[in-house]
């Protein structure tokens, strides 16, 4: 062995043993979602107590579970139950696992033992170890089993990430494949231009984050700048005495398997509402308001209390010396709340001042 050889066999061995760990967790993720929903359509099936909690179900569990679990809310649940209704005879696979008695003692012997109707995709142990729960979850939005069997292998052959497998699902690929004359070329062409899945993509994915116990915050990329100007802002409204409580940072959102994030989350005690901050460390455009419009829309509908009033929105933006804060109200039609906030929450002037005096104390 030369230095060559050996620094060769180092990076090599580094990259197999770090797919394997990759692989091993998510694989341990994608059987323990698919077990809730296991667990749930048995419950809705022969739960003792089911009727008490009808269409509550979901969201009584997520609250039940979420100081435990993190990121379980209904959606997540509901995810986990589409994906065992899709996948049935991935139970194949439980079986092979070993998995201790605990994990069954609630379940029906019935549902335990029953032979499930084989998929006509590829099988269990392939889906598994080759695509992350997040491509599954995709995967489930097909309702066609023989398309999305020709995704499932497609997907396995191509090494795709998310992104691309939901490009080509959106792309028509298999409606495409099927009018081709000349199929080989076009799966061929497919291949060449295809984004492929790595990984740091599943290390990356917050659902590994979150299954793992780590920090959503990591899972992101942020600037210098834009990091220490959220910091600031984050003390600076903390310190204004004017009823702002910390919520969250890097808030995520989760919606048709797409990930975003709200970069600053407080409660405002004496507006009785949720405040979002987003900051952009570049000049405003019109793609923003639709952002906090979509964000705003989404804290209305799953976040909101009963007592609470409609979330508000700050957008601020920054460019070379100039700064600029926007305010959302989503559609607020309380005019006595519309013009209570405005004493309540700081200046847009104070918002500028803020962020121009940080700014210069980061480029000294």
């Keep these: 062995m030369n230095f060559e050889q050996l620094i060769k066999t180092i990076s090599e061995t580094h990259d197999y043993l770090q797919q394997k760990a990759v692989s091993a967790v998510n694989q341990s993720l994608t059987i323990r979602n698919w077990l809730f929903g296991f667990y749930i359509v048995e419950y809705e099936q022969n739960g003792k107590d089911r009727a008490e909690y009808g269409q509550q179900l979901l969201q009584t569990i997520a609250k039940k579970t979420s100081k435990q679990i993190k990121g379980i809310n209904d959606r997540y649940l509901r995810d986990c139950r589409q994906f065992y209704n899709t996948y049935p005879h991935i139970i194949e696979l439980t079986n092979k696992l070993s998995l201790p008695e605990k994990i069954w003692s609630s379940v029906t012997p019935k549902l335990k033992t029953k032979k499930k109707a084989r998929s006509t995709g590829v099988n269990p142990e392939l889906l598994i ?36 497998l939901e490009r080509q699902r959106g792309s028509l690929l298999y409606e495409r494949t099927g009018l081709s004359k000349n199929k080989e070329k076009l799966m061929q062409l497919t291949s060449e231009k295809a984004l492929q899945l790595t990984p740091q993509d599943i290390i990356r994915d917050p659902y590994v984050f979150e299954f793992l116990g780590l920090k959503q915050q990591e899972v ?16 600076f409204l903390l310190e204004l005495g004017k009823g702002f409580c910390f919520e969250a940072r890097q808030k995520r959102i989760t919606i048709d398997n797409e990930h975003h994030y709200v970069d600053l989350v407080f409660y405002h005690r004496i507006l009785k509402c949720h405040v979002l901050i987003e900051l952009k460390t570049r000049k405003f455009n019109h793609g923003d308001a639709g952002q906090m419009n979509f964000y705003l829309n989404y804290f209305e509908d799953q976040e909101i209390a009963k007592g609470d009033n409609p979330p508000i929105g700050i957008l601020l933006c920054t460019e070379k010396g100039t700064s600029t804060a926007k305010y959302a109200t989503a559609g607020m039609n309380n005019k006595f709340f519309v013009s209570k906030y405005k004493t309540v929450l700081p200046t847009e002037e104070e918002l500028k001042k803020e962020i121009e005096k940080e700014k210069r104390l980061l480029n000294k």
């Design 129 to 164: 170890s080759r695509l992350s729960y997040t491509h599954i979850i995709e995967l489930t939005k097909e309702s066609e089993p023989l398309k999305r069997a020709f995704y499932e292998m497609q997907s396995i052959k191509g090494n795709w990430s998310v992104r691309e």
């Design 220 to 235: 992101l990329a942020e600037n210098e700048l834009e990091e220490k100007l959220l910091d600031h802002l984050q003390q």
